[in-house]
């Protein structure tokens, strides 16, 4: 099957995740998100994410990413910690694919991270409030987004392309998305977080998928 077909699937069932969120239907969501995260897999291995050293870190990520998107379904303060651990994972993979394809720590790939850690340290003191016990977690894992933020850059800033422009802007999607999931989490849930990060994180992944 084409990697068109999958991406489609993708976001048929990303709109049915929205629905599912908003009418807060929890057999729907057990349904709608692994199918959304099972159709980035899919994408990636139709555009040869296995025939290549790089792609194959980068299915190893979206692997991870699907992992924690089960994760995340339940409400539990467990099932989060193991969701963020398998996200972290997922930043580490996309990472690694960015060091085996090339990097060049340039101006821009330095601003990247100061950027992203900047945003990351005021959402964590904008949350403060909220995070208790999860501080530590919340900030460690927020320390990895900046760094796979950087490393997309900085790929990009080794073999300027349209892929790796793609996967740079695939990185910082994520991170962004991330924003609303923690503000959904420790600031005050509500569909409006889902509304915007949830399309742009699967976005996001399909764009890793298909950028190997």
Not at 117 to 126: D, E, F, K, M, R
Not at 178 to 200: E, K, M, Q, T
Request: glycine share 10%; charged share 10%.
């Amino acid at each position: 099957m084409s990697v068109t077909i999958f991406l489609v699937l993708c976001a048929l069932a990303v709109a049915g995740l929205l629905y599912a969120e908003r009418a807060d239907r929890t057999a729907l969501k057990w349904v709608f998100k692994p199918a959304a995260s099972l159709a980035f897999i899919l994408a990636g291995i139709a555009a040869g994410a296995a025939d290549t050293a790089a792609g194959a870190a980068v299915l190893a990520g979206l692997v991870f990413c699907a992992l924690g998107d089960i994760l995340l379904i339940p409400r539990s303060q467990a099932a989060f910690l193991a969701g963020m651990g398998a996200f972290a994972a997922g930043h580490a993979a996309y990472f690694s694919a960015f060091l085996i394809g090339g990097v060049s720590w340039s101006p821009a790939a330095v601003t990247a991270f100061a950027l992203t850690g900047a945003l990351s340290a005021g959402l964590l003191i904008w949350l403060r409030k909220g995070l208790g016990a999860m501080a530590v977690p919340v900030a460690l894992y927020a320390l990895v987004i900046s760094v796979m933020v950087a490393g997309g850059v900085a790929h990009w800033s080794a073999a300027r392309s349209a892929d790796s422009a793609a996967l740079a802007i695939a990185a910082a999607g994520f991170a962004l998305s991330d924003v609303s999931v923690a503000r959904d989490r420790f600031g005050g849930a509500g569909f409006i977080n889902r509304l915007w990060g949830l399309p742009l994180y699967f976005a996001a992944q399909c764009l890793f998928a298909v950028s190997v």
